[in-house]
Each structure stands twice: as structure tokens, then as C-alpha cells.
């Protein structure tokens, strides 16, 4: 065998092996939210921390993005004369990826890096091993409330991004291309229905669930020091980034492939 063919052998197993591990950690998380029984107060502490405090970045974000559409959006439909899609187009984009994709993105850079490195920190310092040696699960204690609390509150962050976005956009669109707000209105409810921003509600939730179970996994397996962390810190934000994309992906495909059946 060439040294090519090892070094691809050699990532194509470290991937999957890593990638088992990380399954493995996540059923074990899930299986700690219902045995031993998971301790509320560390569940209010966490849905404190990746919801109220992410709720200001989120609403920054919604604002803007809002604004960005009610301008960029304007003037293409002022082109045609559809201004009055704006609401529309700022609505179901809104429902569907923007709110669950950036939201997720916002709170992984400020929840999920501070949960992978305030657990790889424990880890370094033997901390986690403490808690083993006096019967405490590391997991049940530090790793299932922080993922659950993410399930639980990015819905809610994202259902927040949707009326920010769209009340901005209509704000700005109102402001620079004089919209009607009945007709705002009556766009959005013609192209926007429940189920679109149920699926987006679904994927935020799916989308918590990822980055967290990253964070903590990341977090519990760091070794080397203060290098370490940094290092667990990085990989956890840029493989939660990228696999936030890719089920993204791979649920819009499937909700696609249900409509056609």
C-alpha cells in the first residue's frame, strides 16, 4: 500500500471512529435526561444561559437581516412593480432557513464555544475524573442539561428572529418604498403558511441539539492544557458550523422529497 493510500486509510478511520465515539457520547446524553433524573436547577441555570443571554445578539441580528431585506428585496421587486412581495419573500426565507441557520450560528459562537471550554477546561484540570471518583455522572451533570436546554430554547430564539426580521423588513420597506401594511400582511399569509415555520421551529430545535452535543462532546475529550481548550474550543465552533449546513441540507431535501410524494 502507498503512502497515499495510508494517509487516506488513516483519516477514513479517525473520521469514523470519531465520529462513532461522538454518536455513542450523544446516546449516553439523551439516555441521561431520563436516567438518573436530570436536576432542574442546572436545567433553569442553562436555559438562563443560552437563551436570555443569546435573546439581545438575536434580535441584533433579526433587526438587521430585516433591514437588509426590506432594502436589498425592495429594490429588485421595484423593478417589476411587486413591491408588495416583499412581506412574502421576507417571511417564508425567514421561516423556512434564515431564522434556524443564523440563529443556530449566533448562539453556537456564544453558548457553544462557552460550553466547550468550560468543560475541556474541567477536563484538563481533572476535574471530571473528581467528579467520577465521587459518584457524580459527568455527563448527567454538565453535558445533558446544557443539550437539553439548547433543544428547548432555539425554537423559541428562533420564532423571536422570524417577527424581528419581518416587522423590520417591513419597517425598512415601508420607510423607502412606501408599502402597504395590508398588503405586507396579506402577502405573507398567501405565501407563508404554519407548516413553514413549524419546519423551521424543527430544525432550530435540531440544529440545538447538534451544537450543544458537539460543544460537550469536544469539551469531554480535550487533552493538553490550556492548548488544549483552545484547540477543543475551535474544533467544537467550526465542526458544529459546518455540520449545522449539512443537516440543513439534508432536512430541506427531505421535506422536498415528502411535498412531491
Not at 437588509?68 to 426565507?93: D, H, N, Q, R
Not at 395590508?182 to 413549524?198: C, E, M, N, Q, S
Not at 430544525?203 to 488544549?228: Q, R, V, W
Request: include cysteine; hydrophobic fraction near 55%; charged fraction near 15%.
Amino acid at each position: 500500500m502507498s503512502r497515499k493510500e495510508n494517509i487516506v486509510t488513516s483519516f477514513l478511520t479517525s473520521t469514523l471512529t470519531g465520529f462513532g465515539a461522538y454518536i455513542l457520547f450523544t446516546a449516553s446524553i439523551f439516555r441521561c435526561m431520563v436516567y438518573p433524573r436530570l436536576q432542574w436547577r442546572l436545567l433553569l441555570q442553562q436555559l438562563e444561559f443560552v437563551g436570555n443571554k443569546s435573546l439581545s445578539t438575536i434580535l441584533l441580528a433579526s433587526v438587521m437581516i430585516g433591514a437588509v431585506f426590506g432594502i436589498e428585496f425592495g429594490k429588485i421587486f421595484k423593478l417589476f412593480g411587486t413591491e408588495s412581495m416583499l412581506g412574502a419573500a421576507a417571511a417564508f426565507s425567514l421561516s423556512k432557513e434564515l431564522a434556524p441557520v443564523v440563529g443556530a450560528f449566533l448562539v453556537t459562537g456564544r453558548a457553544g464555544s462557552s460550553m466547550a471550554a468550560e468543560i475541556a477546561t474541567m477536563r484538563v484540570n481533572e476535574q471530571i475524573d473528581a467528579m467520577r471518583v465521587m459518584a457524580v455522572n459527568p455527563i448527567a451533570y454538565l453535558c445533558a442539561p446544557r443539550v437539553l436546554a439548547s433543544i428547548l430554547m432555539m425554537p423559541l430564539l428562533a420564532g423571536v428572529f422570524v417577527i424581528c426580521g419581518i416587522v423590520s423588513s417591513y419597517c425598512f420597506g415601508r420607510l423607502f418604498f412606501e408599502i402597504d401594511p395590508g398588503v405586507f400582511v396579506d402577502k405573507i399569509t398567501w405565501i407563508t403558511r404554519p407548516a413553514h415555520l413549524i419546519e423551521g421551529l424543527e430544525k432550530a430545535m435540531l440544529f440545538g441539539a447538534l451544537f450543544s452535543s458537539i460543544a460537550c462532546f469536544t469539551g469531554f475529550h480535550a487533552k493538553g492544557g490550556a492548548k488544549g481548550v483552545g484547540k477543543a474550543t475551535t474544533h467544537s465552533v467550526v465542526m458544529a458550523l459546518v455540520s449545522i449546513l449539512i443537516l440543513d441540507f439534508f432536512v430541506s431535501y427531505l421535506k422536498m422529497e415528502k411535498l412531491q410524494l
